[in-house]
């Protein structure tokens, strides 16, 4: 479908049930140096199959048929937060890859259009090329955490401040620790209760449980799940994803009892050296907000912040809120935080269905 037209290009929105269109998307993602997981098919379609919040992918392309710019989009529906067009739907990465800063203001401007068409959307981008003139740059609110993986074991050992490392050294001691990385059923399991449980505790709603699910399934050998265990009772879990040489923790979490038991510390170290021997030289903590308890864990663990931005637009110039740190929703988290966990994980997904 052509969306738009500049010059000697055109920008078409890619049928994401064609193999074609998902292959031709993918090799482009794969050679953008800015290109990430959240860009690619298995991403958008994990996605629209897990939360019904349907991909609309731009693509600007060439005479050649050659795609030379690339916005994945997610139109996010929500009964209690509203639409947005999204890029990326539950992803802290996304925005506009492109050649060129023309081609990335052409798939800008394609995008307003539609949002407009749906009847005056909101757009987020989540990182990218800079969408040009008409667009709110969103900085500030969060930061990334990347660093390159030690050598060995040893070297990242000492990689981790003092102070930190005597942490971590106590969980390496513990014999009843154990650690575990797999991609099977019981792995999902296992990982989908310790991270409910985890996100009630700080009062949030759980995505769904296919969304795991059909990540895992899409990235195939490109996703696995660690899972830390005290005796026979998994106390840490974390859904990983490997791209361009980065290990990406993306989803986990612990029980309560991890503080104690220092689990967290010990899956991520294991998760650097898990990364190292499948030849990754990267490890991505991911996105925190500035000033989190998070943020300083991971600045502990001897990771550097780096700023990260976003942009926004919309037609009346109100954006969607879904921050959790505005005071309006400062009541709901506590009341959040003390619900059972059955019921906790019962409405969680009918609600975060609809955040992105």
Do not use: C
């Amino acid at each position: 479908m052509r969306a738009g037209a500049i010059n000697d290009l055109g920008v078409t929105i890619l049928d994401s049930g064609d193999e074609t269109h998902m292959h031709a998307l993918d090799t482009y993602v794969g050679r953008h140096k800015h290109g990430t997981p959240f860009h690619s098919a298995a991403w958008l379609m994990a996605v629209e199959a897990a939360t019904g919040n349907r991909a609309v992918t731009l693509a600007a392309v060439a005479p050649s048929g050659n795609i030379a710019g690339l916005l994945p989009l997610h139109h996010v529906r929500s009964a209690l937060f509203g639409q947005a067009l999204v890029s990326t739907a539950f992803a802290v990465d996304g925005g506009i890859l492109a050649d060129n800063d023309r081609v990335a203001a052409m798939l800008a401007q394609v995008a307003r259009d539609i949002a407009t068409d749906r009847g005056g959307l909101p757009l987020e981008l989540r990182g990218g090329a800079d969408p040009g003139m008409g667009w709110e740059r969103r900085e500030g609110m969060h930061v990334g955490f990347v660093r390159p993986i030690a050598a060995d074991d040893d070297a990242e050992l000492q990689a981790v401040p003092r102070k930190h490392r005597a942490e971590l050294r106590k969980a390496l001691a513990n014999a009843n620790l154990s650690v575990g990385i797999g991609r099977t059923a019981q792995h999902l399991r296992d990982h989908y209760r310790i991270y409910a449980e985890s996100v009630r505790n700080l009062g949030t709603p759980v995505f769904p449980a296919r969304l795991f699910r059909e990540v895992l399934a899409r990235f195939g050998e490109d996703a696995d799940i660690m899972i830390v265990r005290d005796g026979q009772r998994p106390v840490s879990a974390v859904l990983t994803l490997y791209h361009k040489g980065r290990v990406m923790p993306y989803w986990g979490g612990g029980v309560a009892d991890a503080r104690r038991l220092r689990s967290n510390e010990l899956m991520y170290y294991r998760l650097m050296g898990h990364g190292r021997a499948r030849g990754m030289t990267q490890f991505d903590f991911g996105r925190s907000k500035v000033g989190s308890g998070q943020a300083a864990w991971k600045k502990s663990f001897g990771f550097a912040p780096t700023p990260l931005v976003y942009h926004g637009w919309s037609p009346d110039g109100a954006a969607r809120n879904v921050d959790p740190n505005n005071g309006k929703y400062q009541r709901h988290i506590a009341i959040w935080k003390k619900l059972p966990l059955p019921i906790a994980n019962f409405l969680g997904p009918l609600i975060s269905r609809g955040l992105g």
